[in-house]
């Protein structure tokens, strides 16, 4: 074979999967930049003054071009800025690609504490910043080494959204409760309620507010926001208000563990935003033909699916986009209410098709909770299944049939919390109320 026809043929192909390879090494040192960049309030003149320096001196990123460097900066850094949440995935993402890569890894890690070492003092985000980098790349780092306390106080939280485009479907419920529980085992949690018109979960946490100044004692209160619908006309500039309301609520819980968020019982932008930010997605479905609509278009004659409702496509989509930008999976768990307690043709039909829509659309399913009356009875005193049993004089309540039916409905919720897997769901039972021990 002709070696100096090979070598012509081949050189091209080998060029553009150079340039390709310098393309992604180039966006990861600038997402290295930027999120260390970003972890400030602003970056400053002497950060921009370092990243010439990482650009001018790391020697795999010379020859580019560096207007092409500085705009994937300044890309970066707006993503970081008008979505924190999704900014940072993309953002990690991106640094990931090399975690395979010891040598480049090292370049990428040595430019993050470039640009932490431009100020002259380095604040806990920053810190907490260069350790997600150095999780991202498989590197140790001695900050996360020296202070693994600061990592978990400063890293952006997890977040639960509880979405049904139909109401009275115990989202509200569902997300106090998960908010007090996660509270009982010692994290700091936020709540988002973005039902602005109804606003149950708003005056669910206002109602627990009142029987803390009236005089209950050890009810925990998470750090609540309420967003309400933009009131302008135009559609666009509507979307992009209720875009940046949401963004500074979570930039405002940045210091969470756990951030719930409740969801309109509609079809509204802010419905399809708060699936945006969810890392779980919990819909709460009503056990009954009537409410499977919500996912799916339903043949009932035929007990059939014929394909995703107008709420099934919009998760659909998110879950693909996710795929696309290189976003961690989003864990979908569809949870059914109102569970009958005997076994009924409806609810095996249900369970039959509920799975198959599972395996085809990507949810898991999960009981919830039944109905009962303590439900109602809690909300009025702001109260969770998870608070000490309270009696109309204020005492804890003596066990009884009442006490009983409170333990069967607590067992509910923590089914829900396992089915989540978070991962430190064994200390849940440690931290029951003395009352129901």
């Not at 993309?90 to 070492?117: E, H, K, N, W, Y």
């Not at 140790?140 to 639960?160: F, G, K, N, R």
């Not at 500074?248 to 708060?274: E, F, Q």
């Amino acid at each position: 074979m002709d070696l100096d026809f090979f070598r012509r043929l081949t050189e091209p192909l080998s060029t553009k999967a150079a340039r390709a390879r310098a393309r992604t090494q180039l966006e990861a040192a600038m997402a290295c930049a930027a999120l260390v960049a970003a972890a400030e309030d602003k970056p400053g003149l002497a950060q921009r003054l370092m990243l010439d320096q990482i650009l001018d001196g790391a020697e795999s990123l010379r020859g580019g071009d560096p207007h092409v460097a500085v705009g994937l900066f300044e890309n970066f850094l707006g993503a970081l800025r008008d979505n924190p949440v999704d900014g940072r995935g993309r953002a990690l993402s991106a640094i990931a690609v090399f975690a395979g890569a010891p040598d480049t890894a090292r370049m990428l890690m040595q430019i993050a504490r470039a640009m932490a070492g431009a100020q002259p003092q380095t604040g806990g985000r920053v810190k907490a910043e260069i350790a997600s980098i150095a999780r991202a790349l498989a590197q140790p780092c001695e900050a996360q080494a020296a202070a693994p306390e600061l990592e978990s106080e400063t890293a952006p939280p997890s977040v639960i959204v509880l979405s049904n485009e139909k109401g009275g479907t115990g989202k509200s419920t569902t997300a106090m409760h998960l908010a007090i529980a996660l509270m009982r085992r010692g994290h700091k949690v936020g709540t988002i309620d973005l039902d602005g018109h109804q606003g149950t979960l708003s005056r669910y946490i206002a109602n627990r507010q009142r029987s803390a100044q009236g005089g209950l004692t050890g009810l925990p209160i998470p750090d609540h926001r309420r967003i309400a619908p933009s009131t302008l006309r135009d559609r666009d500039a509507a979307r992009a208000e209720e875009r940046g309301r949401l963004s500074d609520a979570l930039r405002a819980l940045a210091g969470c563990r756990y951030v719930l968020i409740d969801t309109p019982g509609s079809h509204a932008n802010l419905s399809r935003l708060g699936v945006e930010q969810a890392d779980w997605l919990i819909t709460p479905l009503n056990d009954s033909f009537l409410d499977l609509d919500v996912l799916a278009d339903i043949d009932r004659e035929r007990r059939a699916v014929t394909g995703p409702s107008t709420y099934g496509r919009m998760v659909l989509d998110e879950m693909r986009r996710r795929t696309e930008i290189g976003r961690p999976a989003l864990r979908w768990i569809v949870m059914r209410n109102r569970l009958g307690h005997l076994d009924s043709r409806n609810t095996r039909d249900m369970d039959d098709l509920l799975r198959q829509l599972g395996a085809r659309m990507g949810f898991e399913v999960q009981a919830g909770i039944s109905e009962r009356v303590v439900f109602r009875e809690l909300f009025y005193k702001g109260l969770t299944l998870f608070d000490p049993l309270q009696g109309e004089d204020g005492n804890v309540e003596a066990p009884g049939r009442a006490a009983m039916s409170r333990r069967h409905a607590r067992r509910e919720i923590e089914d829900i919390i396992a089915a989540l897997d978070l991962p430190d769901r064994a200390q849940l039972d440690r931290a029951a109320p003395e009352s129901e021990q």
